[in-house]
């Protein structure tokens, strides 16, 4: 599961006015929060990258962890 949500509460901002930055709709943020959808690594790429310009101090595999392999 993506950290997205965590983030972006971090950073006091709602799901509209992220999605917003975006020119998404906010339906998009709340599907990529509950995993209902997932970002493709552009998108990965680009709310990690927003979010830092807001202040924030993650990178790609905090927002985004690996999903560990399965044994």
């Given at each position: 599961?993506?950290?997205?949500?965590?983030?972006?509460?971090?950073?006091?901002?709602?799901?509209?006015?992220l999605?917003?930055?975006?020119?998404w709709r906010?339906?998009?943020?709340s599907?990529?929060?509950?995993?209902?959808?997932?970002?493709?690594?552009?998108?990965c790429?680009r709310i990690?990258?927003?979010?830092?310009e807001?202040g924030?101090?993650?990178?790609?595999?905090?927002?985004?962890?690996?999903?560990?392999?399965k044994?």
């Amino acid at each position: 599961m993506n950290k997205i949500a965590s983030e972006r509460l971090s950073l006091g901002l709602t799901q509209e006015q992220l999605a917003l930055m975006f020119g998404w709709r906010q339906s998009r943020i709340s599907n990529y929060e509950n995993g209902t959808r997932k970002p493709n690594l552009n998108d990965c790429r680009r709310i990690v990258e927003k979010f830092n310009e807001l202040g924030s101090q993650c990178t790609l595999d905090s927002v985004f962890p690996p999903i560990p392999p399965k044994e």
